[in-house]
């Protein structure tokens, strides 16, 4: 059974960092693209970066422009984790962060829609002060 669990979220200063973990289980990290997401209340989920596996395009990423410059998204065999580094954070990034699978070893838009619903983790609360 494929799950995905997040953790590392907190609250945090204004140009504080943040490591999330993404840990799975039913799956090798290194099998399917990866892709954290984040939501505010009352706007859409939106696409924050997104990692092909390791064995498809060298595991390609993508970032959101936002996140450019300032989170690095990375998924580790040993552990069996993705992870998103998010430095300089800023009173916008507070949001609730999830990740999820495509179930394919690439992706192509990194789009929400792209991961089918029964592949998410429940989300974990990032909150920058500031």
């Known amino acids: 059974q494929v799950q995905l669990v997040e953790s590392g979220g907190g609250l945090v200063q204004m140009g504080g960092s943040l490591r999330l973990s993404c840990a799975v289980s039913g799956f090798n990290v290194d099998q399917f693209a990866i892709g954290w997401f984040r939501q505010t209340p009352g706007k859409e989920r939106e696409e924050v970066s997104c990692i092909s596996a390791e064995s498809f395009n060298y595991g390609a990423t993508y970032y959101a422009d936002f996140a450019k410059g300032r989170f690095t998204i990375s998924a580790n065999k040993a552990d069996n984790s993705a992870y998103l580094q998010m430095n300089d954070l800023k009173p916008e990034d507070t949001a609730i962060y999830y990740c999820?699978?495509?179930?394919?070893?690439?992706?192509?838009?990194?789009?929400?829609?792209?991961?089918?619903?029964?592949?998410w983790g429940h989300g974990t609360q990032v909150t920058v002060s500031p």
């Open positions: 999820a699978i495509t179930g394919h070893s690439g992706f192509n838009s990194c789009k929400p829609d792209e991961f089918p619903s029964r592949w």
